[in-house]
Nanobody, 121 residues
Framework: QVNLAESGGGSVQAGGSLRLSCSVSGYTGSSFCMGWVRQVLGEEREVVAQIESDGRSSIADSVKGRFRISQDNAKKTLFLEMDSLKHEDTAMYYC???????????????WGQGVQVTVSS
């Protein structure tokens, strides 16, 4: 069973920074797509960033230049570094994964519990 556990959420003033981490356990495959998805209550989910097992990544236009996704395969940890945070970045952030490359498309199959990020203006 694949388990994803996020940490690092919290409250910050606009312009500040946060780093989210996601610890992955139970996955034994060599190919995967991992990502960070955020959701504001009542709104649709937004895929903020995705990363392939080989390190290639993509970032949503809404956060490009401010957020960066990375991974430590040895430690099975996914990161999201968020700089220059804006009030509109306030959301629940989820770590998610699927056992096929990001380029194949599709929906995430595995999800963490989520962490709240609140940015005060």
């Amino acid at each position: 069973q694949v388990n994803l556990a996020e940490s690092g959420g919290g409250s910050v003033q606009a312009g500040g920074s946060l780093r989210l981490s996601c610890s992955v356990s139970g996955y034994t495959g060599s190919s995967f797509c991992m990502g960070w998805v955020r959701q504001v209550l009542g709104e649709e989910r937004e895929v903020v960033a995705q990363i392939e097992s080989d390190g290639r990544s993509s970032i949503a236009d809404s956060v490009k230049g401010r957020f960066r996704i990375s991974q430590d395969n040895a430690k099975k940890t996914l990161f999201l570094e968020m700089d220059s945070l804006k009030h509109e970045d306030t959301a629940m952030y989820y770590c998610a994964a699927r056992a096929v490359p990001c380029a194949y498309g599709g929906t995430f199959k595995f999800w963490g519990q989520g962490v709240q990020v609140t940015v005060s203006s």
